[in-house]
């Protein structure tokens, strides 16, 4: 079927008017009557009858009309949807962020992102750092915000936008220093398997030989502050995390000669994906702000 025939075919069925379509289309009367008959040759069927005034479908015709206006409104839709992708201002971005970077960051993100974009529509998944690569893998997530080493694979691209360090909290009441064997022998609060905060918290124990199990383990960052608070035992927190309350003196960091844990928090996004101007706009957010806390961090 020729969509031009068919585009032509849909204005006259609209307007009821051979005439009022061709003025509206600027051609010529015969040469828009021409093209509709060709149409009516090639579908074996009048698509349109003469009336009292203009002309309207046959029964034919308003089948063929219903699906022009599915045709043309999606070909409207397309146009539209490729415009967001161009335009920060009307776009969408699905965005998916682990459980610290969530908590922590995040909100002030989507704070500045709402002052620069108020048009932009941010939708948020919050969850471990597998399953926010799992979900890029499976396109539903347009970005990630994920910590730890996480899956490597050829499916995804990624760039670090800011190092992390982790420290070792206590209650209180807790000696303030302690040797390597001595925190292995701690009872420890974790967060769960598959959490990017766990594997860098492994990964550095496991450099100095260690290897502890975990007396408690928690899938929320405050929840685990909550625990350790209580006495429950140690955590090797990101330091982000802890801020307040190590101010207030509610928690302690421990000195652990030679132990030293830092990660790296990435950008994630589906490898060989087009980025969005949403993608592009909030990930230049995003390092603008990393490097504005390293540059306040340093000063």
């Known amino acids: 079927m020729n969509l031009n025939h068919l585009r032509l075919f849909a204005a006259a069925a609209a307007e009821g008017s051979i005439s009022a379509a061709a003025a ?15 149409l009516e040759q090639a579908l074996g069927a009048p698509l349109l009858e003469r009336a009292a005034r203009g002309v309207v479908a046959t029964e034919a015709g308003a089948v063929l009309a219903g699906y022009a206006r599915q045709i043309f409104g999606l070909e409207e839709e397309a146009g539209r949807a490729l415009a967001e992708l161009r335009d920060v201002t009307r776009g969408r971005l699905r965005l998916g962020a682990s459980l610290t970077i969530g908590v922590y960051l995040l ?10 974009w108020p048009g932009l529509e941010i939708a948020v998944e919050i ?14 997530l347009d970005l990630g915000m994920t910590e730890g080493p996480g899956r490597r694979d050829a ?24 040797t390597l064997p001595q925190l292995a022998r ?13 594997a860098v918290v492994e990964q550095a124990l496991a450099a100095h030989g260690l290897s502890v199990a975990a007396a408690w383990t928690f899938n929320d960052p405050e929840a685990i502050k909550r625990a350790v608070m209580a006495d429950c035992g140690v955590a090797l927190v990101p330091r982000i995390t802890v801020e307040d309350e190590l101010a207030s003196r509610r928690l302690q960091r421990v ?45």
Do not use: C, Y
Not at 107 to 114: E, G, I, Q, V
Not at 186 to 198: A, H, L
Not at 272 to 281: C, D, F
């Open 155 to 178: 499916e995804l691209d990624q760039r670090v936008f800011q190092q992390d360090e982790l420290v070792v909290i206590a209650a209180p009441r807790h000696p303030a220093r302690a």
């Open 107 to 116: 909100p002030r993100l989507l704070a500045a992102s709402r002052r620069r």
């Open 255 to 299: 000195a652990v000669p030679r132990l030293q844990a830092r990660r790296a928090l990435r950008l994630q996004w589906r490898k060989g994906r087009a980025p969005s101007a949403a993608m592009a706009a909030f990930s230049d957010l995003v390092s603008e702000k990393a490097k504005a806390r390293g540059t306040r961090a340093g000063s």
């Open 127 to 140: 969850e471990n750092t597998d399953r926010i690569q799992q979900a890029l893998a499976e396109h539903r």
């Open 186 to 198: 701690q009872p420890w609060v974790m967060r769960e398997p598959g959490s990017g905060t766990r």
């Open 24 to 38: 509206r289309l600027r051609l010529s009367q015969p040469a828009l009557s021409k093209q509709i008959r060709e």
